[in-house]
């Protein structure tokens, strides 16, 4: 063993030498190279079809010269314009190219079934990937092998290759065959041949591209044509005796056509073996292990007959042998590469797929099977595909030369190698080619990914904004309006009505009047039910942000369920498991895992009395759960309205502490959103704008008294009308942070107001953010460098405040922002706020996870540890 490694490895150290040079060829050089290469041996074929013969002893001549120009023609014309040089692909938005290398040296087995069509295969491959290939060929084809990687062995160097690109062991045996793919150089072993070899490549310590057993079956179906699926099946077993690893060894034939298809068999040249010969035949053709005997393979019908001491009708040449299908795994059921044929009938379709599956389970799974069937559009087709442990499953096709590719299908790559994937024990579950040969470089460029700016098709605003109402809002026939017990008292409804009623056609109505403040899922389940009652085209939802919501979610409730069963709506546990689903948390809005349905019978317009939760323009809408009393922050484009009708005629009369706790939130939004990781130069204006109108306007618009109106303080309610709005659009494109992850938790645990629980949390957000240094940034591409603490400077900078460094700006923005909620009236902790120390331990632990888990929090721009977020509640308190 000693001396086969020493000598293999000689071999493999000039195959080194070569393909580093080869290795900087070219395309254009590799291709003439691979052209004058399949030129020489398509120009062999025919004298090394006759020496494959003339050494082996078995197969049929002008069937190998088809192999071999197959070999050459076909698989020259499948690989000619394939890159495999440089770059091979790139992808300028996706940021990445791609870039082929060579793998390296290659171990080439070739079997004595092919053994100069495999070799010019496998030599063609390597030399149009840039490897280097050193083959071990079969004792019993040596000559005839070696002859055929010689002739494009010098063809190449001819045409510019380097010496010793391509090489062979001189002297065949197992002890060289072993030493070769065992030689830790060997960068992958191309396997084709018995068990044995390609198990002894798969344990080899180096790579293995091989194949399994082939053992395929085809089904003949009783709506097949039934001449072409004889003459395809006696084509296959008839093509170099049967020695193409894809060759049918079984047939199933389904009942109704079985005497018919056995007459033309036989009609055509088959014979159907006497049950007595059987034995005779198996014990001859088949090894105690029931592969078939080495002598055997490729022999002709009538020598085997003779030599099995049994008599074969001199015009018959494909035996047939009627098996039961209950004894498969007995020697006749396994692979035969020879024109033997066992033959199955199957009672119905079921049952011939069940009889296939058995045959691949025994033997050959992975390899190949097919089908003879009348339309190649019967849905069965796909059925017996999906059923069927096979890589390849071949229609109305002769399998042996059909599972190659290329002639009776362009659906399989011109292939002499065949993967059999995991069924068979290979890396491979298609036909080799050269893209398996290549080690393919990524070069991943970082990059922004491509923004978005998102909002509804149109937004009215201005005062008497409504009036829009009477014509803009177009197709209004059947409106469902969505409110709270304030917007009906006050006479805001009546608003929308009048307006309705100036349209050209006449609008019918429904009302859900009764939104409470947090609204639950139970609640939006009761609106959809109304709604399906009603089925509006249009929904028009009035009020601040819980009605806002509340007709948001259930519109999407009463839209999913037009599509699901009768009796959806009534089940409040399938609409709770909708939403569980629907509030999972994502990075990526694009890739989310679960999609929101798309709604196309109603529209939805939004009227916001209250300035504070931008819902009128974002795809957010927040739902408590009705056990738990959890908000869920859901967000979705589908959730954005259409129509937005921001008229600040609606929040001239609304409460001072609505008024300032909205307006705290609207700060929130446009805080989060400015430093966001998804921020951008088309949505931080937005944002900056947001944030100097409620500086400028919210203590007014908290001072100001309906019933002693002042120009200054209406002025300071539009602003603040606008700026929610602003605020709005920011974060419905930038989203937000962990100001509202906290918020949303705290607020639903503690029982706060949102806008409350908002600015409890907002300095230590701002001061958790606004730092420098060692800091963990979220993982998104937009952010090169952390940037928390310019942002809120820049803000800072914006509003004029002082500051000598970023982080002393940081520090008067806190300021700032406690002075103004001190002139609202807001303490902004916990305590000060109905939180008993009880109830806050009690539910820390459980609030941290929850507020990680927030959808909000994967947009924060510093990532929190659960650790940290557990510091900035106790802060809190």
């Given at each position: 063993m000693a001396a086969a490694r020493a000598y293999t490895?000689?071999?493999?150290?000039?195959?080194?030498?070569?393909?580093?040079?080869?290795?900087?060829?070219?395309?254009?050089?590799?291709?003439?190279?691979?052209?004058?290469?399949?030129?020489?041996?398509?120009?062999?074929?025919?004298?090394?079809?006759?020496?494959?013969?003339?050494?082996?002893?078995?197969?049929?001549?002008?069937?190998?010269?088809?192999?071999?120009?197959?070999?050459?023609?076909?698989?020259?014309?499948?690989?000619?314009?394939?890159?495999?040089?440089?770059?091979?692909?790139?992808?300028?938005?996706?940021?990445?190219?791609?870039?082929?290398?060579?793998?390296?040296?290659?171990?080439?087995?070739?079997?004595?079934?092919?053994?100069?069509?495999?070799?010019?295969?496998?030599?063609?491959?390597?030399?149009?990937?840039?490897?280097?290939?050193?083959?071990?060929?079969?004792?019993?084809?040596?000559?005839?092998?070696?002859?055929?990687?010689?002739?494009?062995?010098?063809?190449?160097?001819?045409?510019?290759?380097?010496?010793?690109?391509?090489?062979?062991?001189?002297?065949?045996?197992?002890?060289?065959?072993?030493?070769?793919?065992?030689?830790?150089?060997?960068?992958?072993?191309?396997?084709?041949?018995?068990?044995?070899?390609?198990?002894?490549?798969?344990?080899?310590?180096?790579?293995s591209m091989g194949v399994g057993a082939g053992n395929g079956a085809v089904y003949v179906d009783h709506t097949a044509f039934l001449d072409r699926a004889v003459e395809d099946l006696l084509l296959?077993?008839?093509?170099?005796?049967?020695?193409?690893?894809?060759?049918?060894?079984?047939?199933?034939?389904?009942?109704?056509?079985?005497?018919?298809?056995?007459?033309?068999?036989?009609?055509?040249?088959?014979?159907v073996v006497p049950p007595k010969d059987y034995e005779k035949i198996a014990n001859f053709v088949f090894n105690e292990g029931h592969g078939v005997n080495g002598k055997v393979a490729g022999m002709s019908a009538h020598w085997i007959a003779d030599n099995a001491g049994v008599e074969l009708p001199e015009d018959k040449d494909v035996m047939l042998f009627e098996l039961d299908p209950k004894n498969i795994g007995e020697k006749l059921s396994s692979e035969k590469l020879t024109p033997l044929l066992s033959v199955y009938q199957a009672q119905d379709r079921q049952d011939g797929i069940a009889i296939v599956a058995k045959l691949l389970a025994y033997q050959g799974a992975g390899h190949n099977a097919a089908i003879q069937i009348g339309s190649q559009a019967d849905p069965f087709v796909a059925e017996y595909a999906e059923k069927t442990n096979a890589s390849r499953i071949l229609v109305n096709q002769p399998d042996s030369i059909g599972g190659i590719g290329d002639i009776y299908t362009d659906g399989l790559r011109a292939s002499l190698t065949l993967g059999t994937g995991s069924w068979g024990k290979n890396s491979l579950s298609h036909n080799l080619?050269?893209?398996?040969?290549?080690?393919?470089?990524?070069?991943?460029?970082?990059?922004?990914?491509?923004?978005?700016?998102?909002?509804?098709?149109?937004?009215?605003?201005?005062?008497?904004?409504?009036?829009?109402?009477?014509?803009?809002?177009?197709?209004?026939?059947?409106?469902?309006?969505?409110?709270?017990?304030?917007?009906?008292?006050?006479?805001?409804?009546?608003?929308?009505?009048?307006?309705?009623?100036?349209?050209?056609?006449?609008?019918?109505?429904?009302?859900?009047?009764?939104?409470?403040?947090?609204?639950?899922?139970?609640?939006?389940?009761?609106?959809?039910?109304?709604?399906?009652?009603?089925?509006?085209?249009?929904?028009?939802?009035?009020?601040?942000?819980?009605?806002?919501?509340?007709?948001?979610?259930?519109r999407y409730i009463y839209e999913y369920s037009l599509e699901q069963e009768a009796g959806f709506l009534d089940s409040y546990e399938k609409?709770?498991?909708?939403?569980?689903?629907?509030?999972?948390?994502?990075?990526?809005?694009?890739?989310?895992?679960?999609?929101?349905?798309?709604?196309?019978?109603?529209?939805?317009?939004?009227?916001?009395?209250?300035?504070?939760?931008?819902?009128?323009?974002?795809?957010?809408?927040?739902?408590?759960?009705?056990?738990?009393?959890?908000?869920?922050?859901?967000?979705?484009?589908?959730?954005?309205?259409?129509?937005?009708?921001?008229?600040?005629?609606?929040?001239?009369?609304?409460?001072?502490?609505?008024?300032?706790?909205?307006?705290?939130?609207?700060?929130?939004?446009?805080?989060?959103?400015?430093?966001?990781?998804?921020?951008?130069?088309?949505?931080?204006?937005w944002s900056m704008q947001a944030i100097k109108l409620v500086f400028e306007n919210l203590e007014e618009s908290y001072k100001f008294d309906p019933k002693n109106p002042t120009l200054a303080g209406e002025t300071a309610r539009m602003n603040m009308h606008y700026a929610a709005t602003l605020g709005g659009m920011a974060f419905a494109n930038a989203f937000l942070g962990i100001n509202h992850s906290i918020a949303h938790k705290t607020g639903g645990e503690f029982g706060l107001p949102h806008g409350l629980a908002i600015t409890i949390a907002m300095q230590h957000v701002v001061r958790f953010n606004g730092v420098s240094g060692k800091v963990k940034r979220t993982p998104y591409p937009r952010y090169e460098v952390y940037r928390g603490e310019k942002d809120y400077a820049d803000i800072a900078r914006n509003l004029g405040l002082a500051g000598k460094t970023d982080a002393e700006l940081v520090a008067a923005l806190c300021d700032k922002i406690a002075e103004l909620a001190a002139k609202l009236d807001v303490d902004p902790s916990l305590s000060a706020n109905g939180v008993t120390k009880e109830h806050f331990d009690a539910s820390l632990d459980k609030l941290v996870d929850l507020i990680y888990n927030d959808q909000c929090t994967s947009a924060n721009p510093r990532q929190p540890s659960l650790a940290e977020i557990r510091q900035l509640m106790i802060d809190q308190f």
């Open positions: 490895d000689t071999l493999v150290q000039k195959a080194l030498k070569a393909e580093a040079v080869y290795a900087h060829f070219s395309q254009a050089e590799v291709d003439k190279i691979v052209a004058a290469a399949a030129l020489a041996g398509s120009e062999a074929a025919l004298m090394l079809a006759h020496e494959a013969v003339d050494e082996t002893k078995r197969g049929i001549v002008e069937d190998k010269d088809t192999k071999n120009r197959f070999a050459t023609e076909n698989v020259y014309n499948s690989i000619k314009h394939d890159k495999t040089v440089g770059i091979i692909d790139q992808d300028k938005i996706a940021g990445n190219v791609k870039i082929a290398a060579p793998l390296g040296v290659l171990a080439g087995i070739v079997p004595t079934t092919n053994p100069t069509s495999t070799a010019m295969f496998k030599s063609l491959m390597a030399l149009k990937t840039r490897n280097a290939i050193v083959f071990a060929f079969h004792p019993q084809a040596q000559k005839c092998s070696s002859h055929a990687a010689k002739i494009l062995y010098d063809a190449a160097v001819a045409a510019g290759a380097p010496k010793d690109i391509i090489q062979w062991v001189e002297t065949p045996s197992l002890e060289n065959t072993t030493a070769l793919i065992q030689n830790p150089n060997i960068a992958s072993i191309l396997a084709t041949g018995g068990p044995g070899m390609v198990n002894a490549a798969l344990k080899s310590g180096n790579p296959s077993k008839r093509f170099d005796n049967g020695m193409i690893c894809a060759t049918e060894n079984s047939v199933v034939v389904e009942a109704p056509i079985y005497d018919a298809w056995l007459a033309k068999m036989e009609t055509n040249g088959a014979y080619t050269t893209s398996d040969l290549l080690n393919v470089k990524t070069v991943a460029k970082r990059r922004n990914r491509p923004q978005w700016v998102r909002l509804p098709e149109k937004i009215y605003y201005e005062k008497n904004a409504i009036s829009y109402l009477q014509d803009e809002v177009e197709n209004i026939e059947r409106a469902f309006i969505v409110a709270d017990p304030g917007m009906v008292q006050f006479g805001f409804v009546d608003t929308v009505y009048s307006q309705l009623e100036l349209r050209e056609n006449t609008v019918k109505t429904s009302i859900y009047g009764t939104v409470r403040p947090d609204p639950t899922l139970g609640q939006t389940i009761e609106i959809a039910q109304q709604m399906q009652q009603f089925k509006p085209d249009t929904i028009i939802a009035v009020g601040g942000g819980s009605a806002l919501d509340a007709a948001k979610i259930a609409v709770s498991e909708l939403f569980y689903k629907l509030q999972q948390k994502f990075i990526d809005i694009r890739k989310r895992v679960v999609k929101f349905h798309h709604q196309t019978a109603t529209k939805l317009v939004a009227i916001p009395t209250t300035s504070g939760t931008g819902s009128e323009v974002t795809p957010y809408a927040v739902i408590t759960d009705d056990n738990t009393h959890v908000k869920y922050p859901l967000t979705d484009y589908e959730l954005t309205p259409q129509v937005a009708i921001v008229d600040p005629e609606f929040v001239l009369t609304v409460p001072r502490r609505t008024v300032a706790l909205s307006g705290l939130d609207t700060l929130s939004h446009a805080l989060e959103s400015y430093v966001s990781v998804m921020a951008s130069d088309f949505t931080r204006p």
